[in-house]
């Protein structure tokens, strides 16, 4: 793939169709005919009794992609007491275009292209514009093509609403649609953003995986509440574990404000995570960072050196415990329960102090159990840096090969 210059030439392109010439521009209402929609709540849907299919706007929006095969599990049935016979001529096939209408947000106007459409049938639910196309496109194309910048942006000024946000078949029809007239090179962009689309989900599961594991360890290796031995350990390991008040194994240590720093390469971090870098530290071994006010059940690994802001308790390790193990019992500790504000969420150190945990008899059942889960962190991150690469190839890729 190569870059291109011209007028409704795409910035990247397939070596094979750099001389092909300029894409075609249509209105959408020369192209495609609407059909119907209908306006089934959700409780007119299940997931258990087979029957027609319908496509709500909300899972458009929020589990579908922009390629939706038909037998996709989370596509709900339509309940079997529901009349359907006057959306007999409105049944989707494939290549069929599905808008959401309605969104909180500016995903309003997400499309979908529908494939692999069998039995059973499929119809367009509440808050949906379907339309079908009057001309043959390459597989996949278009269902990229209306959810890339190139189109998406021609949405922006037809949005109404302040609070929900719609878009009207009226307003779609006068957007253009792009395309190049050769559908072997509809197909090759279909089949691209295929690929990328299926090395995502992988990476998704992958990524999901880990995540159930992770919490179904911590529920496990750690005693459960009025319990001193955990359900899962490391064999040779059979002594109870010792409470103790977090005070005995955590210092509580107080953020600063840090606006009277220059900048440089040491991280400061708030409640909500990483904010930026200054040129001192406040604290020079690993710490647990803890919300004072704001997010306070969201633990924090900070590695060393790092300034946190006053919002935000650093708690470092008391005697020879470590500071990866006591990490991830702080994961565990219900935080919100210890909540002493009716407004913004708050901790005190008194009371971090006086929570009460327990902590294993042998220090080497604490060091396996810290390696354990850093291993377990650490492909997490690996597989969520992965992830985080495709999709930023795949939105680079949609704002470069259409026009």
């Not at 006010?293 to 919002?311: H, R, S």
Request: aromatic fraction near 10%.
């Amino acid at each position: 793939m190569m870059s291109g210059a011209k007028k409704r030439v795409p910035q990247r392109r397939f070596k094979e169709f750099l001389n092909a010439g300029a894409w075609e521009q249509c209105k959408l209402d020369e192209m495609f005919e609407y059909l119907q929609n209908n306006t089934l709540s959700r409780d007119s849907l299940n997931y258990k009794n087979p029957n027609i299919k319908n496509i709500h706007y909300g899972d458009i929006l929020v589990k579908f992609d922009e390629i939706l095969d038909g037998s996709n599990k989370d596509i709900p049935y339509i309940n079997s007491e529901v009349d359907l016979s006057k959306f007999s001529k409105s049944l989707l096939r494939d290549g069929d275009i599905i808008f959401s209408d309605t969104a909180e947000d500016d995903t309003v106007g997400k499309a979908i292209e529908l494939q692999n459409v069998n039995a059973p049938f499929i119809l367009s639910g509440l808050h949906t514009i379907p339309c079908r196309p009057l001309i043959p496109f390459g597989k996949g194309y278009l269902g990229n093509f209306l959810n890339s910048d190139s189109y998406r942006l021609q949405l922006r000024p037809l949005v109404q609403g302040i609070k929900v946000s719609s878009i009207s078949k009226s307003a779609l029809k006068d957007t253009m649609i792009e395309y190049p007239k050769n559908l072997d090179e509809q197909e090759k962009i279909g089949s691209l953003f295929y690929y990328i689309a299926k090395m995502i989900t992988l990476h998704q599961r992958k990524l999901d995986k880990l995540q159930v594991t992770k919490k179904a360890l911590l529920q496990e290796m750690f005693p459960e509440e009025g319990q001193d031995k955990p359900k899962r350990r490391f064999k040779g390991f059979t002594d109870a574990w010792k409470q103790r008040k977090l005070s005995d194994i955590l210092k509580v240590n107080s953020g600063k404000d840090y606006k009277h720093l220059d900048q440089g390469n040491i991280p400061v971090y708030g409640t909500g995570g990483y904010m930026l870098s200054v040129n001192e530290s406040l604290s020079n071994i690993d710490a647990i960072g803890i919300g004072r006010k704001g997010t306070i059940d969201k633990p924090q690994y900070l590695k060393a050196p790092f300034w946190t802001v006053d919002t935000l308790f650093y708690l470092t390790a008391l005697g020879q415990h470590s500071i990866l193990f006591l990490y991830y019992l702080m994961q565990l500790i219900p935080w919100k329960k210890f909540d002493e504000s009716t407004g913004v969420p708050s901790l005190s150190r008194t009371t971090i102090d006086s929570i009460n945990a327990y902590v294993p008899s042998n220090s080497k059942e604490e060091e396996l159990i810290s390696v354990l889960f850093n291993q377990l962190d650490k492909s997490i991150t690996l597989h969520q840096r992965k992830l985080d690469k495709l999709k930023n190839l795949k939105q680079a890729y949609l704002n470069e090969m259409f026009v």
